[in-house]
């Protein structure tokens, strides 16, 4: 089956400094990714979708400034969360497809998740 | 706008015994497929079975089976001979089918409890 890494798993920082997601498709291409934020005890919500080559497209009240994403390969996306603040902190998790699978009913690949902790 | 409902927040099982988690969705398109992913405690999201808009028979994989009842907009996951790592969060999920790659839409899910 499609892998997805997804690094780190835990991150603990300061309040104010930024951090750095990764999402690897390892074993497949996807020319899209979608990452979700998870509270605790809550559903999976989706914050952005991750275009390979250009501009994420964002859920309505999710702030691009604060949260970027970057696509720049077809087996990597990166979400910074920006001057993260203690209201940020949650479980953030990547998802993809394929591309050769686009247009199918198949189901997404997700990655580990990463456990973000602002202090 | 697609919409998944999960009307229970928890649900208890015997070990060995078969349990229904409900699952009700929403979504003008005509083309789309449902989903059931499993979450431990660990955070992953592991996939679990789907059935497409247009499959006629329900889908099966192991123990699990989906009751897809299109005309009721349902699509609740039977689990049967409950067994003890079966206790996770599961989540019903929805994506639509068109030319690229949807993502899925998501219910509040079902915190299920296998009881000794």
Request: hydrophobic content about 35%; charged content about 20%.
């Amino acid at each position: 089956g499609a892998v997805v890494s997804q690094h780190p798993s835990r991150v603990i920082c300061k309040s104010g400094t930024s951090v750095k997601i990764e999402c690897r498709s390892l074993d497949f291409q996807a020319t899209t990714m979608f990452w979700y934020r998870q509270f605790p005890k809550q559903s999976l919500m989706l914050m952005a979708t991750s275009n390979e080559g250009s501009k994420a497209t964002y859920e309505q009240g999710v702030e691009k400034d604060k949260f970027l994403i970057n696509h720049a390969s077809l087996t990597l996306s990166t979400l910074t969360v920006t001057s993260a603040h203690p209201e940020d902190s949650s479980f953030y998790i990547c998802s993809a497809r394929p591309s050769r699978l686009a247009g199918g009913i198949g189901e997404l690949f997700f990655g580990e998740g990463s456990r973000l902790t602002v202090l | 706008a697609q919409k998944i409902t999960q009307t229970q927040p928890g649900m208890f099982v015997q070990e060995k015994e078969a349990v229904t988690l409900d699952c009700t969705y929403d979504t003008s398109d005509q083309s789309y497929g449902l989903f059931w992913y499993k979450q431990p405690s660990s955070g992953e999201m592991i996939f679990l079975i789907y059935q497409g808009s247009y499959d006629e028979q329900n889908a099966t994989e192991g123990r699990y089976s989906l009751n897809f009842q299109k005309a009721r907009k349902s699509a609740n996951l039977v689990i049967s001979a409950s067994q003890l790592g079966d206790s996770a969060m599961y989540f019903c999920a929805m994506r639509e089918v068109n030319s690229g790659n949807t993502p899925l839409v998501f219910g509040k899910g079902t915190r299920l409890s296998v009881i000794a």
